[in-house]
């Protein structure tokens, strides 16, 4: 789907055979100590990722430190602000445990099953950002309230999660209606169906659009089967 690439002199790599995928950190000599701990959480995401969303297309993913500000996924590569990994404290109460999972995530929502990321960013950002819920939940279940809190209730929470990237106002608009408020609809969605239906529709919606460009209707369609849930009160409160 995309090249992408990163270089740089400066660049120390530690890497990991997990269960045959080869899993990469990249980052700059003075952070060689933080390089361990992205290979771990990047195993523990990959292994969740793959149980509830199907198996990875590659054989090697790269966690790359990049010299700006956000984080950046692409096809089989992340690139993860050099900062948030200075950060990182060797707790799960960090930028670092919440973002790794998140971009990792994109390589099933981007990379595998593509989207308009224009017109339709919340079909990647929304998944993605409920992605660290679910890693929370499944390894730090005990700080699953404090992912809530920190990442989404501690920010402006709100608007339609189908905004575009042309929507009026600046990115903590986009981010308070696409990533935050696109997190809590997901929650919701998945409290309406329960988790069964809620997991096998994500499941069959990787399944049924792998390497295709999706749009909404066909994401609520891969839960048709699973579920006679009328989804148009979701869709009245949180969609334009």
């Known amino acids: ?46 292994d969740l990722f793959t149980e509830i969303y199907g198996p990875y297309h590659l054989q090697q993913i790269s966690l790359v430190s990049a010299d700006f500000l956000h984080n950046m996924e692409m096809d089989g590569m992340v690139l993860l602000s050099n900062k948030i990994i200075d950060f990182y404290d060797n707790t799960p109460l960090n930028n670092l445990t919440i973002l790794i999972p998140h971009e990792l995530s994109h390589q099933w929502f981007y990379s595998l099953v593509g989207n308009d990321q224009a017109l339709e960013p919340w079909l990647d950002e929304s998944l993605a950002t409920y992605s660290e819920s679910l890693f929370y939940e499944h390894y730090y279940p005990e700080h699953l309230q404090w992912w809530w809190d920190n990442r989404v209730y501690a920010h402006e929470h709100s608007g339609y999660i189908n905004n575009s990237i042309y929507q009026s106002g600046n990115y903590e608009d986009y981010r308070s209606s696409v990533y935050l408020n696109g997190a809590i609809f997901m929650q919701n969605l998945r409290q309406t169906v329960g988790d069964q239906v809620f997991f096998a529709g994500l499941k069959n919606y990787i399944q049924s659009y792998s390497y295709q460009v999706t749009q909404r209707e066909l994401f609520f369609q891969s839960f048709d089967g699973f579920t006679q849930e009328d989804f148009q009160p979701l869709l009245a409160r949180f969609f334009r």
Do not use: P
């Open 1 to 46: 789907r995309a090249l992408s690439f990163s270089i740089s002199n400066q660049y120390h790599l530690e890497q990991l055979d997990h269960n045959g995928l080869l899993i990469q950190a990249y980052v700059f000599q003075y952070q060689k100590d933080k390089a361990q701990a992205m290979l771990q959480i990047a195993s523990q995401a990959m």
